[in-house]
T-cell receptor, first 114, second 108 residues
Framework: GAGVSQSPRYKVAKRGQDVALRCDPISGHVSLFWYQQALGQGPEFLTY????????KSGLPSDRFFAERPEGSVSTLKIQRTQQEDSAVYLC????????????FGPGTRLTVL | TQLLEQSPQFLSIQEGENLTVYCNSSSVFSSLQWYRQEPGEGPVLLVT?????EVKKLKRLTFQFGDARKDSSLHITAAQPGDTGLYLC????????FGAGTTVTVRA
């Protein structure tokens, strides 16, 4: 596709449910990033993949958060046992190569945990 | 934790007016990026500034990087409703660290 796509665009979950958020990066982009953007804040880094390798997961807030990119293309961010503080917009970005390349962001998935 | 401080938090102006938003840090950074984010969309890169004292122009937008590389500003001349959005500054190479942003509203 022309840009980064994410699905679903909106997700409402009851507290305690598991959710899975999908990211389709720009074709051919090696690097993929996940960010969390709380209301009224800038995005905060969660994790980074280069191809299928997860090189940095230092931003994941707890072990309930898990990300994968098994074939080096599509990525899934999974949140287990969701809590209200997980409510945020989850942004995915991809870039052509590794560091110092422009990151192109998707529109995000807005997660609301009730 | 936002290491970049942006001000003001909100700015509402009339079409045709000028505006300036600021991004400051207590530490030196090697480069700084400015993004604009519209509602329901992800941030879009506007510019990257690298050299202290650097000034870059993008149509009606002027970006300045402070001499000490601890601060930056974005100035918009003759603002238009299409300039409405959240303006974010960010630092880092792959692990971007963003400020909280300035929400700019340009009224027609």
């Amino acid at each position: 596709g022309a840009g980064v796509s994410q699905s679903p665009r909106y997700k409402v979950a009851k507290r305690g449910q598991d959710v899975a958020l999908r990211c389709d990066p720009i074709s051919g982009h090696v690097s993929l990033f996940w960010y969390q953007q709380a209301l009224g804040q800038g995005p905060e880094f969660l994790t980074y993949f280069q191809n299928e390798a997860q090189l940095d997961k230092s931003g994941l807030p707890s072990d309930r958060f898990f990300a994968e990119r098994p074939e080096g293309s599509v990525s899934t961010l999974k949140i287990q046992r969701t809590q209200q503080e997980d409510s945020a917009v989850y942004l995915c970005a991809s870039s052509l190569a590794a560091a110092d390349y422009e990151q192109f962001f998707g529109p995000g998935t807005r997660l609301t945990v009730l | 934790t936002q290491l970049l401080e942006q001000s003001p938090q909100f700015l509402s102006i009339q079409e045709g007016e000028n505006l300036t938003v600021y991004c400051n840090s207590s530490s030196v950074f090697s480069s700084l990026q400015w993004y604009r984010q519209e509602p329901g969309e992800g941030p879009v890169l506007l510019v990257t500034v690298v050299t202290g004292g650097e000034v870059k122009k993008l149509k009606r937008l002027t970006f300045q990087f402070g001499d000490a590389r601890k601060d930056s500003s974005l100035h918009i001349t003759a603002a238009q409703p299409g300039d409405t959005g959240l303006y974010l500054c960010a630092r880092g190479n792959y692990k971007l660290s963003f400020g909280a942003g300035t929400t700019v509203t340009v009224r027609a």
